[in-house]
């Protein structure tokens, strides 16, 4: 039933709009929605008109585009985040494909869409991904934007069981080649192989830092966002003193260099030394930890890993700690019974078998 003042811009759409005049005589049109509510609406309008009220509108608002929000992101990254330098790296790609478009419609489709493109890895899919969505919840926060299409968009499965370390006859080749082409770095490989340090913990460290009195090396925001104390062996130790006497007036352990990849990289190369990183230097300190006999949690507390799962990696180069696990549990509860299933000769015949 047709009212005066209610109509549908478009026959047979169920959208309803209403016409008054206000307050000030002007006509104004508002899109409503149900015709129930229009009726409600206009009422309340036509009210406000007898009253002298102007009626309050919605304020049509430009769309906020992604470069704008991104911008606000990358602000939040450099003030909270020790990543933002990879963060300022990785949004060149996202301004790229979505720089000038509105925020609110870039959807989970074109995100997934873009991704595929590209031929990344499963972990350089994730951290982009945890990139835009972090844009969108900063653009949510400051209102920028109602909703957050990243969380429809998948992550990877990432593969990290490999560990990748390096044997001795491989350290001993890695060593000749630094010794021969970078004499003046073997300290800093000597270091990040004794503490296990992170490359940026390492280059990033200050004499302010190390304590030689206490031996302890302090990380003042590692990985996780806490400070962390670094005990040094005698080897680590020695390191540090040789750093000490060609750095101690550059502020940095390591004398402010960037980066060891330049120097690193050609090292192993020339050792003939495949697939490893410098990264795989924090991976050797750890198993060596596990093959001398130190305790799985022991190990995690000195790579400062989140999660006992991650230190598992390593569970396997040292398998006696488990059997002797099982084996102090049968020392205390062991029972006559138990002696009966087999006498002790013949499993002996067994294990020689």
């Not at 991904?129 to 990432?158: C, D, E, F, H």
Request: proline share 4%.
């Amino acid at each position: 039933m047709k009212q005066r003042g209610i109509f549908e811009k478009v026959s047979g759409s169920d959208e309803w709009w209403i016409r008054y005049a206000d307050a000030g005589g002007r006509i104004r049109r508002e899109k409503v929605g149900t015709f129930e509510d229009a009726e409600t609406r206009l009422k309340l309008r036509k009210e406000e008109a007898k009253l002298g009220v102007l009626p309050r509108l919605a304020r049509h608002r430009r769309p906020v585009l992604f470069r704008k929000i991104a911008d606000d992101a990358l602000a939040y990254s450099d003030e909270h985040k020790r990543s933002a330098k990879n963060d300022h790296y990785r949004m060149k790609k996202l301004l790229e494909w979505f720089g000038d478009k509105p925020a609110e419609s870039v959807t989970p489709q074109e995100i997934e869409a873009r991704f595929q493109s590209e031929p990344w890895k499963p972990a350089t899919w994730n951290r982009v991904r945890a990139l835009l969505s972090m844009v969108y919840r900063v653009a949510i926060r400051n209102g920028r934007v109602s909703q957050n299409p990243v969380k429809l968009v998948p992550t990877k499965t990432t593969q990290n069981e490999r560990v990748r370390f390096l044997s001795r006859e491989e350290e001993e080749r890695l060593r000749k080649m630094i010794r021969e082409k970078f004499p003046e770095r073997e300290p800093e490989f000597d270091l990040a192989l004794h503490t296990g340090l992170r490359l940026g913990e390492q280059y990033g460290a200050r004499w302010r830092d190390v304590d030689f009195e206490r031996r302890v090396l302090t990380v003042p925001l590692d990985k996780g966002g806490k400070t962390s104390h670094i005990p040094l062996n005698a080897a680590a130790l020695r390191a540090l003193a040789e750093l000490h006497r060609r750095n101690s007036e550059k502020g940095f352990v390591c004398g402010g260099a960037g980066n060891p990849r330049w120097w690193f990289e050609e090292a192993v190369k020339a050792a003939g030394i495949a697939d490893f990183s410098w990264h795989c230097l924090r991976h050797t300190f750890a198993s060596r930890l596990v093959m001398s006999g130190a305790d799985v949690r022991t190990v995690a507390e000195l790579l400062r890993d989140r999660t006992l799962a991650m230190v598992m990696r390593y569970a396997h180069l040292a398998p006696d700690y488990k059997l002797a696990a099982v084996e102090r549990m049968e020392s205390v509860f062991s029972s006559e019974t138990s002696t009966k299933l087999a006498p002790s000769e013949e499993v002996g015949r067994l294990l020689v078998n």
